[in-house]
């Protein structure tokens, strides 16, 4: 019996240590912003699903995105990834509040007006899926909206 507690306490050893080399080796082999990268990629795939979108919005997420992206304002790949992930919460209208009272509209508007592609389209979906007055439309993740890039609305004039 004692034999099984010390190969498991070794293989433990093993896999702890295995961990560390590994995370020591990726950690080291790769710059601060390729990290940032992962850590939004990962975020992203959590963003797609509703109630991990929800939990986000209601933790500190969206401080640490604002953080990142004035950290990382001249990379467009990020800023993509930021404005992507904040486009996936922005599918569900119990976080439109959130994003408005934390000031990413305006940070989306900003975006909108950018000459890269990269910046401009996930920043476009995210304010047209908030955009629940006018547009019924919402845009899911990989969906973008090329044109028009303008909300437009038909008034009704009725006459008494």
């Known amino acids: 019996m004692s034999g099984k507690i010390t190969s498991r306490a ?3 050893r093993f896999s702890s240590s295995l961990f ?3 995370f020591s080796f990726f950690f080291f082999r790769f710059s601060e912003r ?3 990268e992962y850590c939004l990629q990962a975020l992203l795939s959590h963003s797609t699903i509703k109630s991990h979108a929800l939990a986000m919005s209601r933790g500190l997420c969206l401080p640490v995105l604002d953080r990142v992206a004035r950290e990382y304002r001249d990379n467009p790949r990020i800023l993509s990834l930021v404005g992507k992930i904040v486009a996936n919460l922005s599918l569900h209208p119990e976080v439109h509040d959130v994003l ?5 509209v305006g940070v989306l508007a900003a975006w909108k007006q950018d000459p890269n592609l990269l910046v401009t389209l996930p920043a476009t979906k995210a304010l047209c899926n908030m955009d ?4 019924k439309d919402v845009y899911e993740p990989g969906i ?3 044109l028009p890039q303008e909300r437009t609305v ?3 004039h ?3």
Do not use: I, M
């Not at 408005?100 to 990413?104: E, K, L, P, S, V």
């Not at 629940?132 to 547009?135: D, V």
């Open 10 to 12: 070794n293989v433990s």
């Open 20 to 22: 560390l080399f590994f």
């Open 34 to 36: 390729v990290l940032v």
């Open 100 to 104: 408005f009272a934390t000031g990413w």
């Open 132 to 135: 629940q007055a006018y547009g």
């Open 144 to 146: 973008y909206l090329l």
């Open 154 to 156: 038909k008034w009704v």
């Open 158 to 160: 009725l006459q008494g």
